[in-house]
């Protein structure tokens, strides 16, 4: 087999993906499941810790607006925006938020009205500033209790941020005893230090427990996956060992073919050299005895006297005898004839195909429609011989059954073989029947064809005419024998 050595240079797609062919299918699948389970962490984990986050929040913001608004329930049960602004008020919450049990864990507190008007503030200077009723402070004015960590960014936190960083930011709406509707907002502040923690911590147990379930995920497929890899370079050893196997006994095929067809073309060169040696032992040993006795026979008969001469000539005993000596000779003559195949060595393979051609329409007087490629040149002495044998064959058969009829032959190259094919449009016959009788013409044809290593076939049915096909490769092999 020829050794194709790979180009040294690659380019374009095939090249950019050589380095990612060169891992094996396992080690992809446990790049890829890498990576997406790291993704898969990083997303479950932020998002497991900002749920956390929230729930904390909200956990603190609940507890607080609960202490904080039964502690203003209980101030304020009978106050009203108006009242807000009264001395007595402001100095409850005083009370309540600069001085008493609230200072240390609310940071600021402010009471909003509905026209966001600070009405008080545990910073003073806040008292009466006005400020867009919008985003969480409208919201707790529509009666639900608002809560978030804020970065203390807005205009109205411009006093805290001087103190904090951010803060749990609480607004509870405070609603009138008599008629249960929202008089004013109560925003609180709460410091987030105790929150952190709690978030910090919540948030490195999930942390911790999403790394370590990654981990025994990415270990479980590796398991798997290396088991089945295991099993899978197992099975593609085991598939190579089979295919070398297979591999070795395709070669060993192809070697027997070989030998096979070498085989064929020498029996078929030492059968055209016995056919050769028949002929010649014909020609000079039965044939020449014959003819030497018919000589004699004429000779005796020519020395007899007239009466006994003329005795001779009407005998038909003598006659017949003289008939069947030259009959005999002449048979052994046709047969020594067509036994041999003198000069053939030195023909091309068209010439080969025209000379049984000419030999048939010599020895039959019927025409031939013959179409012969003239490229058909160069052929191993096996293929000739058995081209010459298969139209001499044919042709006969032709003559035999398809009388009057006009036999075609035609001979092509096609690829490294070379297609004879010869038709007639005689009665036909049946195949299969006539291989059933003993017929040994189209045997012979077949198994001269098929030692060769070429294709034979018979196409006819009775009334159809008789088309016969062959194929034969030009280079089969020859075999000289002095």
Not at 205 to 233: C, F, K, P, Q, S
Not at 264 to 282: K, S, V
Not at 353 to 376: C, G, K
Not at 382 to 405: C, D, F, M, W
């Amino acid at each position: 087999m020829p050794n194709h050595q790979p180009s040294p240079v690659l380019s374009g797609p095939i090249a950019a993906r050589r380095p990612f062919e060169r891992v094996s299918f396992s080690r992809q699948f446990l790049l890829v499941s890498a990576a997406l389970l790291l993704l898969a962490m990083v997303v479950t984990g932020n998002w497991l810790a900002m749920e956390i986050e929230r729930s904390a929040v909200n956990r603190a913001t609940a507890v607080a607006a609960v202490y904080v608004e039964s502690i203003l329930a209980a101030q304020l049960r009978h106050a009203t925006t108006d009242a807000l602004l009264t001395d007595d008020a402001q100095e409850v919450l005083d009370g309540i938020f600069i001085e008493g049990p609230l200072r240390r864990k609310v940071m600021r507190f402010k009471l909003w009205d509905a026209e966001g008007v600070i009405r008080y503030s545990s910073d003073h200077v806040q008292q009466g500033r006005r400020f867009p009723v919008d985003g969480l402070l409208a919201a707790a004015f529509g009666g639900t209790v608002q809560a978030r960590i804020s970065g203390l960014d807005e205009d109205d936190n411009l006093s805290e941020r001087a103190y904090w960083p951010r803060l749990l930011e609480v607004y509870v709406p405070v609603r009138a005893a008599a008629r249960g509707e929202v008089v004013a907002v109560a925003e609180f502040y709460h410091s987030t230090e105790n929150i952190d923690r709690e978030i910090l911590a919540a948030q490195q147990r999930i942390w911790i427990l999403v790394v370590v379930a990654t981990l025994a995920i990415y270990l479980l497929l590796l398991t798997l996956v290396r088991r089945a890899n295991d099993t899978i370079v197992q099975q593609r050893d085991d598939l190579c060992r089979q295919l070398q196997q297979l591999r070795s006994a395709f070669e060993e095929n192809e070697r027997m073919r070989t030998r096979l067809g070498e085989a064929g073309a020498a029996t078929t060169t030492l059968n055209e050299h016995l056919l050769h040696r028949i002929a010649a032992d014909l020609h000079d040993g039965p044939a020449q005895t014959l003819a030497f006795s018919l000589m004699r026979f004429d000779e005796r008969t020519a020395h007899c006297g007239c009466a006994d001469r003329a005795a001779c000539e009407t005998s038909s005993e003598l006659h017949a005898i003289r008939g069947a000596l030259r009959s005999s000779l002449d048979d052994l003559r046709n047969i020594a004839a067509g036994l041999g195949l003198p000069g053939i060595t030195d023909l091309s393979l068209a010439d080969t195909a025209r000379r049984a051609v000419r030999d048939f329409e010599r020895r039959t007087d019927v025409h031939v429609a013959a179409e012969i490629d003239d490229t058909l040149r160069h052929a191993g002495l096996a293929t000739k011989i058995t081209v010459y044998r298969l139209l001499q064959e044919s042709l006969s058969n032709s003559a035999r059954h398809a009388p009057g009829s006009t036999p075609q032959v035609r001979a092509w190259r096609e690829g490294d073989q070379v297609r004879i094919e010869v038709s007639d449009r005689g009665a036909g016959f049946d195949p299969a029947a006539a291989a059933r009788s003993g017929r040994l013409g189209l045997a012979f044809m077949q198994e001269r064809v098929r030692l060769l290593g070429g294709h034979f076939e018979v196409e006819s049915a009775p009334g159809c005419g008789t088309h016969v096909r062959a194929g034969l490769p030009l280079a089969a092999d020859e075999v000289r024998h002095d």
